[in-house]
T-cell receptor, first 115, second 109 residues
Framework: GAVVSQHPSWVICKSGTSVKIECRSL??????MFWYRQFPKKSLMLMAT?????????EQGVEKDKFLINHASLTLSTLTVTSAHPEDSSFYIC???????????FGPGTRLTVL | EDKVVQSPLSLVVHEGDTVTLNCSYE??????LLWYKQEKKAPTFLFML????IEKKSGRLSSILDKKELFSILNITATQTGDSAVYLC?????????FGKGTRLSVIA
């Protein structure tokens, strides 16, 4: 089946630093990628929709200057958490929509811990 | 506003039991309903349902959709400890996937 990778799997950083998370579709092209955030024992919350070659669409309440999304190619989207704070600690999951089948596939997630 | 509601929130059963997880949805321009299993990492895909009344099966898991009642169930028969996970239901329509809060299933030996 289709594979989506995320890098890194786990990152620990100091407060005030920026962290970049990559999401790649490995064997299909994804014109649309989604970024989700998941708090412990909670469901996934959609943060933004990323379309290749255009600006991301952010959900209400998500700060676009805080969570920078770039979708520069059909196989790569990045999420940068700028000036991270402890409350940004969370599990960030991307998913990619295969343009051919419209099926959505999830990456394995990135656990961010901000000290 | 699109929404997906799952029940129960949590369930504890003994190995060998059969469980039924419920998912109701209200989604504009419904396209599909999906079930995922989530253990420690990101959700893994189980089923995608688009048509009413057609059961999808994979081993001990099966699922069916009722588009008239806006409802889906996920059945797991002869449960095993490895089935312990959070089961997420999601629906797609005009917007990207909308997730329910999940059902946490714990299977004890």
């Amino acid at each position: 089946g289709a594979v989506v990778s995320q890098h890194p799997s786990w990152v620990i950083c100091k407060s005030g630093t920026s962290v970049k998370i990559e999401c790649r579709s490995l064997d299909f092209q994804a014109t649309t990628m989604f970024w989700y955030r998941q708090f412990p024992k909670k469901s996934l919350m959609l943060m933004a929709t990323s379309n290749e070659g255009s600006k991301a669409t952010y959900e209400q309440g998500v700060e676009k200057d805080k969570f920078l999304i770039n979708h520069a190619s059909l196989t790569l989207s990045t999420l940068t958490v700028t000036s991270a704070h402890p409350e940004d600690s969370s599990f960030y999951i991307c998913s990619a929509r295969d343009w051919a089948s419209t099926q959505q596939y999830f990456g394995p997630g990135t656990r961010l811990t901000v000290l | 506003e699109d929404k997906v509601v799952q029940s129960p929130l949590s369930l504890v059963v003994h190995e060998g039991d059969t469980v039924t997880l419920n998912c109701s949805y209200e989604v504009t321009n419904f396209r599909s309903l999906l079930w995922y299993k989530q253990e420690k990492k990101a959700p893994t895909f189980l089923f995608m349902l688009t048509s009413s009344g057609i059961e999808k099966k994979s081993g001990r898991l099966s699922s069916i959709l009722d588009k008239k009642e806006l409802f889906s169930i996920l059945n797991i028969t002869a449960t095993q400890t490895g089935d312990s996970a959070v089961y997420l239901c999601a629906s797609s329509g005009n917007t990207p996937l909308v997730f329910g809060k999940g059902t946490r299933l714990s299977v004890i030996a």
